[in-house]
T-cell receptor, first 109, second 108 residues
Framework: RKEVEQDPGPFNVPEGATVAFNCTYSNSASQSFFWYRQDCRKEPKLLMSVYSSGNEDGRFTAQLNRASQYISLLIRDSKLSDSATYLC??????????FGTGTSLTVIP | DTEVTQTPKHLVMGMTNKKSLKCEQHMGHRAMYWYKQKAKKPPELMFVYSYEKLSINESVPSRFSPECPNSSLLNLHLHALQPEDSALYLCASWDEQFFGPGTRLTVL
C-alpha cells in the first residue's frame, strides 16, 4: 500500500469554479502535512502547510482529518494561473517525506 | 537567504562522462535531500543527509554518488549514467522541504 494516495485527475474546471483535492495517507503516526504546487518544468513550491485546525490563505483552504487520515485542499474562485500540478506531501517522521502522485489542474477560460 | 540554489540548470552528458551536480542552502537546515523526477511523476527520493551524514539511501545505483562537504553544500557525483537516468534532479532542504530549481539532466 502506498504511503500517500492522491487522485491524479486531470481536473479541468472553468474560471471562477471551486475545486477540491483530497489525499489519503496510511501512517497514522504521520506528523506534518503539506500541499505543494508544481508548474510544468519547474520545482515544487510550498503552497500551504496543513494543520489540524485547518488553515486558509486567500482563496486556498487546507484541512486535515486525522481520524480518517486525509488532507484536502480547496481552491475557490479559480484563476487561470492556478493551472498546475498539486502535490500532497506527508512527513512520516524524522527526515522521511512521502509524496502523492500529484493532481493536475487546468483552469479553462 | 531563504532559497536553495542548484547548478548547473541544464546538463547534457555522455554515458562515459563524469559530472557533478551542486546544491547550496544558507538557511541553517540540517537535512538535505536529492530527488529524481521524471515527467508527469512526483519526485522520487534518492538520498538524505542529516547533520552531514548520509541517513537515507533509497537503493540508488552506485553510478550516483552523493557527498555533503559541509552543512550548506550537497553534491551528486555522476558516472557512467544511462539514458534512462535523464530527469530533473531536485535538491531540497528541511524544514517544509524547500526545493531548489533543479538540474535538468540529459544522458546521451
Amino acid at each position: 500500500r502506498k504511503e500517500v494516495e492522491q487522485d491524479p485527475g486531470p481536473f479541468n474546471v472553468p474560471e471562477g469554479a471551486t475545486v477540491a483535492f483530497n489525499c489519503t495517507y496510511s501512517n497514522s503516526a504521520s506528523q506534518s502535512f503539506f500541499w505543494y504546487r508544481q508548474d510544468c518544468r519547474k520545482e515544487p513550491k510550498l503552497l500551504m502547510s496543513v494543520y489540524s485546525s485547518g488553515n486558509e490563505d486567500g482563496r486556498f483552504t487546507a484541512q486535515l482529518n486525522r481520524a480518517s487520515q486525509y488532507i484536502s485542499l480547496l481552491i475557490r474562485d479559480s484563476k487561470l494561473s492556478d493551472s498546475a500540478t498539486y502535490l500532497c506531501v506527508v512527513n512520516g517522521g524524522g527526515n522521511q517525506f512521502y509524496f502523492g502522485t500529484g493532481t493536475s489542474l487546468t483552469v479553462i477560460p | 537567504d531563504t532559497e536553495v540554489t542548484q547548478t548547473p540548470k541544464h546538463l547534457v552528458m555522455g554515458m562515459t562522462n563524469k559530472k557533478s551536480l551542486k546544491c547550496e542552502q544558507h538557511m541553517g537546515h540540517r537535512a538535505m535531500y536529492w530527488y529524481k523526477q521524471k515527467a508527469k511523476k512526483p519526485p522520487e527520493l534518492m538520498f538524505v543527509y542529516s547533520y552531514e551524514k548520509l541517513s537515507i539511501n533509497e537503493s540508488v545505483p552506485s553510478r550516483f554518488s552523493p557527498e555533503c562537504p559541509n552543512s550548506s553544500l550537497l553534491n551528486l557525483h555522476l558516472h557512467a549514467l544511462q539514458p534512462e537516468d535523464s530527469a530533473l534532479y531536485l535538491c531540497a532542504s528541511w524544514d517544509e522541504q524547500f526545493f531548489g530549481p533543479g538540474t535538468r539532466l540529459t544522458v546521451l
